[in-house]
């Protein structure tokens, strides 16, 4: 082999996913020592971000005991540093025209089965007017790799969510999951306001990548792996990082998630804004996403979501409608902040039902409660559902990292918001019996309140009913 093709390779296979030391790490730390478990549990406890050696001693815990050890730490560390809010969001399809072939996902480009569509500007803001209707104040928008999804198109279809109002309501925070763009192009981007950029890896374990992505612009690992570092560069500061869990073994995957954590914080000072784990569900046409490589069984699903919540205290974490209802209600409860709920995939969908069928479909969702269903579901399970948008609104990026890293950051900011958005839900768009419900919890948050602040904020719930919106603390 010449000495410039060498070169080349190594270089393009250099990141900083240690593979080999992962694999060492999960070897090494089999069987662990219960006492040695307990002690990073601990650690996490005292939220403090675990180092990959301790996150792979918990990966190797077996024991029925020491796991539900974990899964309380899990629940534990999500009440006391977030208490009780899940902040509500619905993914919203531009256009699924792909030039990936990404094997287990229906719009690649080799699936001629799917139809393929990109929303005009009318029917945009069509779906967007349905999603206010429901109440939905917190978008991802999701768009194929595509030429025509340029960071021009990607920022005016944003600026349209932004500027579609509809009755007394209107989206207030937009993420984006989109293919990896350059520097200049995620300037573009960032220029229209948006929160978070998601880009899910896939699958941090390179041969597997290579395999499972042989077309396109996607086919380049390092360029996807090192897409955050670039939306970072441009001034992006809340980026979303993932696995989607089936391509490779889970517990190399979470070692993934963990190692790119700290590439983030080491590189920027700052761990990414949320951290998701999508499990492949199956796709029209796509045999890959019917019979994936490496199921993860909702034992195993639920142990890495509580891994990841005791390894990463500080981040986000998403759980989608691509699970069923039951296990989310579960699983929430392990550390989860954010679901999305009354989700549809179909392009179109939410202002023609007619287009929310497989053929249109990414995939399948498991979880196709109606948002009204799944508000009354939290807040009769005790949880506080919130649209907030308070802290983007007021231009503080890396709001989840002042919720952990601020005392009282939470009683006193993230609740009164959290409530007021709830308030809004109910007096703009609940059926009779979540109105119901919700007022009870809101009474029940408000009497645990110091009498100062509960004071203020039985102010701002008035204002709401008597008509005032986006009232924040
Ligand atoms: N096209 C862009 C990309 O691939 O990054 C962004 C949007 S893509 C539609 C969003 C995510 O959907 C992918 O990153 C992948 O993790 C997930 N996905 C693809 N196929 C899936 C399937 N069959 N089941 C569950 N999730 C899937
Ligand atoms: Fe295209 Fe994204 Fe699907 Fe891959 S996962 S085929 S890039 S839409």
Redesign the pocket.
């Given at each position: 082999m010449c000495m410039y093709v060498f070169v080349k390779e190594r270089v393009e296979s250099r990141s900083f996913i240690p593979e080999e030391k992962i694999f060492e790490l999960l070897e090494k730390t089999k069987n662990p020592d219960p006492a040695r478990v307990r002690e990073i549990i601990q650690k996490s406890l005292d939220k403090n971000r675990l180092e990959p050696e301790e996150t792979a001693t918990l990966l190797n815990v077996e024991d029925p005991e020491l796991l539900e050890e974990i899964f309380e730490a899990a629940r534990t560390l999500k009440e006391r540093i977030y208490g009780n809010r899940i902040v509500l969001f619905a993914p919203l399809?531009i256009g699924?025209d792909?030039v990936?072939d990404?094997v287990?996902?229906?719009?690649r480009v080799s699936n001629k089965v799917v139809e393929r569509r990109t929303l005009t500007e009318e029917q945009l803001k069509e779906e967007v007017r349905a999603l206010v209707s429901q109440g939905h104040k917190r978008l991802i928008v999701?768009?194929?790799?595509h030429p025509k999804y340029s960071p021009e198109f990607i920022a005016r279809t944003i600026d349209i969510v932004y500027n579609t109002k509809y009755g007394n309501g209107e989206i207030r925070r937009v993420n984006v999951?989109?293919?990896?763009q350059t520097i200049e192009g995620y300037k573009i981007i960032k220029s229209v306001g948006i929160g978070t950029f998601q880009?899910?890896q896939?699958t941090y374990h390179r041969e597997t990548y290579l395999k499972l992505h042989p077309r396109g612009p996607?086919s380049n690992y390092n360029w996807?792996l090192y897409g955050l570092d670039r939306a970072m560069m441009a001034g992006i500061d809340d980026v979303g990082i993932?696995a989607?869990f089936?391509l490779y073994d889970w517990k190399f995957e979470v070692m993934g998630l963990l190692y790119h954590t700290i590439h983030l914080e080491e590189r920027f000072g700052v761990g990414p804004h949320t951290i998701s784990f999508?499990?492949?569900?199956?796709?029209i046409n796509?045999p890959y996403?019917q019979k994936p490589e490496h199921i993860v069984s909702d034992e195993d699903f639920k142990k890495l979501v509580a891994i990841i919540r005791l390894s990463v205290p500080y981040t986000g974490m998403i759980l989608t409608a691509?699970e069923p209802a039951k296990l989310r209600d579960e699983v929430i409860k392990l550390g989860v902040s954010q679901i999305d709920a009354g989700s549809r995939i179909g392009i179109g969908a939410y202002s023609h039902r007619e287009d929310d069928e497989d053929r249109k479909r990414?995939?399948t969702l498991e979880d196709p409660r109606p948002l009204d269903q799944v508000m009354r579901s939290l807040l009769k399970e005790g949880f506080v559902p919130s649209f907030c948008t308070a802290c983007y609104r007021a231009g503080r990026t890396g709001e989840h990292f002042m919720e952990f890293a601020i005392p009282g950051f939470v009683k006193n900011f993230c609740t009164p918001n959290a409530l007021f958005t709830l308030q809004e839900y109910l007096c703009d768009y609940a059926t009779e019996e979540t109105r119901k419900v919700g007022e009870e919890v809101i009474e029940r948050e408000l009497q645990k309140m110091n009498p100062k602040i509960r004071e203020r904020v039985r102010e701002g719930l008035e204002k709401i009913k008597r008509g005032e919106r986006d009232v924040r603390f």
């Open positions: 399809y699924n792909c990936n990404c287990y996902c229906g719009f999701v768009y194929g790799e999951n989109a293919a990896p880009i899910f896939e996607k996807r993932g989607l089936g999508p499990r492949i569900k199956p796709a796509t996403s691509r990414q995939f």
